[in-house]
């Protein structure tokens, strides 16, 4: 099992920034891919990035490219999501997912198996 944990978000004014959080716990070694969706109220939920352990360049949806970025700190098993220049639209639930997901330059795609955290709230509203 991994366990996912979420962090970083909040209120924040339009063209503003947020730093997420997500550390990983447990079996991380199963680990090959992690990424962020998020789901907007009303809508579903939507694969924004992701990327893997390998040399694969990470995927970013057209929503947020140019604005989010991804780093990590592999000694505290954590992935960072970097979000700038916030609008409105940004608002939602952002998850974590770790697992065997995969990706191409069209989209993420999920294992029925694959790990996500619990979320946690980005709001962007002056």
């Known amino acids: 099992q991994v366990q996912l944990v979420e962090s970083g978000g909040g209120l924040v004014q339009p063209g503003g920034s947020l730093r997420l959080s997500c550390v990983a716990s447990?079996?991380?070694?199963?680990?090959?891919?992690m990424g962020w969706y998020r789901q907007a109220p009303g809508k579903e939920r939507e694969g924004i990035l992701c990327?893997?352990?390998?040399?694969?360049?990470?995927y970013f949806s057209d929503s947020v490219k140019g604005r989010f970025t991804i780093s990590r700190d592999n000694d505290k098993n954590t992935v960072y999501l970097q979000m700038n220049g916030l609008k409105p639209e940004d608002t939602g639930v952002y998850y974590c997912?770790?697992?065997?997901?995969?990706?191409?330059?069209?989209?993420?795609?999920?294992?029925?198996?694959?790990?996500w955290g619990q979320g946690t709230q980005v709001t962007v509203s002056s």
């Open positions: 997912v770790a697992g065997g997901l995969t990706y191409s330059n069209f989209g993420c795609w999920v294992e029925p198996d694959d790990f």
């Open positions: 990327t893997s352990s390998g040399n694969l360049d990470p």
């Open positions: 447990g079996y991380i070694f199963a680990i090959t891919s």
